[in-house]
């Protein structure tokens, strides 16, 4: 099967949009000029000096196809568009080195990792990338506290009852004099009538904070006590802690005696049913994304109490009727065997890796003895030793993964060779789920169960771990 050419692209934010044009272009041009046509595109708006690289979605994607054997070369714009960091630089590169994945960089118009002098001068790139990042942080930390500290406006969300002004050309947030008494009026009511009164109040003014959490959230920002006084807000923290503790003691609330928790997904929206009690009593279960969005003809709450006596029925239907031990076995064989080969494959790519990577320490510490009896300025020694250093942490990175996988891969053949007693264990969660208490029965269901996925309380999919 020919093997794939990809690219990466990243903006910093959403609005760079026309960056990552620009990126598209310039790459396809330069791919083409290597007789190369990219045949996927994996693309992000996201800051690398914020989001370590293993934390962007797009970025592991690409990873993974190429860690799979199914890429022969990586595109990207500039080595920046990786990572700002040098370690996580470092790691990527000899990760797509090490399963032979040509990448490529425009603005360096070659392959950065065909020989050892360009990957060495891959370390340098990726080392300045990560000052210049440092650098314009600072920079901008410091034009922050600059601006704060004249009482300027820095762009976050402003609460109801603040405004912005325009004062000797600075943008300020004060409180709005105009909103003060009705805000004043909100408090009161909460803590005459309570929650849904404030909300049902507001209304007039705003469509924010209509639901509990929301409003709370709001009316105990520290930055209200400006609003309606410090009398006043203290009431309402006193009065939202008493009633906060009347609640835990006359209604049993605890997460972990909630069944299903977890495990439910709201169809319509992909989101997590989250926890909740119908006026302090009865439990439902709520998708509070389709509700803050205001989702029209979408069920956004389920009978908590029902939901759970059906599910408990399938599933107890289907641990007595379905259940056979030797395909369970049989399973267990095929799930644990392919394991243990992905972790094996997974200890070998680990092990080359740290290989290559101590002789090129070897070689960079040499270097840096060099360095230090040449008249350099010391600029360039520093640069140098931090990048030895990075090479150091990267290498105590990866003897940790690969005795962690060892320990895995240890685990795995232990639980293979027990796979007789796993299908017995099985076969009895009948028996054990019926005589367990709540917390049991949660470890159990969370044992067979991946997820629920839920359209009404009686109508709802099963997906089993097994």
Known sequence: MKKLTIAYLRASTNENRQDVEHQKFSIEKFALKNGHKIDMFFSEYISAYKTKAKDREELMKAKRLCLEGNVENFYIFEQSRLARNTRDAIDFIDDLTNVNVKIWSVKDGRCINKEGIDKLMSLFTSYFSEQSSKDTSDRIK??????????????????????????????????????????????????????????????????????????????????????????IYEDFMTAKASRKQVTNNSVKTFRSEVLLEGLLIHEPCGGKLSIDYNRGKSLIFKCRHC????????????????????????????????????????????????????????????????????????????????????????????????????????????????????????????????????????????????????????IILNQIISRIIVRDTEDFTIEYNV
């Open 291 to 442: 509700k803050t969005k205001r989702i029209e003809g979408v069920k956004k709450s389920f009978g908590g109490e029902k939901l759970t006596r059906a599910v408990e029925h399938e599933i107890l239907n289907v641990l007595n009727s379905k259940l056979d031990k030797d395909k369970l076995i049989e399973k267990y064989n095929n799930q644990g065997e392919s394991k243990i080969e992905y972790i094996e494959k997974d200890i070998n790519n680990i092990t080359r890796n740290i290989n290559s990577k101590e002789k090129e320490l070897e070689k960079a510490e040499g270097n840096l003895q060099k360095l230090l009896l040449m008249d350099l300025d010391i600029n360039s020694i520093e640069m140098t030793s931090n990048i030895v250093k990075n090479m150091k942490e990267s290498l105590e990175s990866l003897k940790e993964d690969l005795s962690k996988r060892k320990k895995e891969l240890a685990i795995e053949k232990l639980r293979l060779n027990k796979k007789e007693e796993l299908a017995e264990n099985l076969m009895n969660f009948k028996y054990l789920y019926e005589k367990g208490n709540a917390e049991q029965k949660k």
């Open 142 to 231: 410091s034009q922050k506290e600059l601006a704060k500290s004249k009482g300027a406006f820095l762009g976050h969300k402003v609460l109801l009852g603040f405004k912005i002004i325009e004062e000797d050309g600075i943008k300020k947030e004060v409180v709005d004099t105009a909103l003060v008494p009705i805000i004043k009026e909100l408090y009161n009511i909460y803590l005459t009538k309570g929650a849904r009164a404030s909300m049902d109040y507001l209304k007039d003014y705003t469509d924010k904070y209509q639901n509990n959490q929301t409003l709370l959230q709001y009316m105990s920002n520290p930055k209200m006590e400006l609003v309606v006084g410090a009398d």
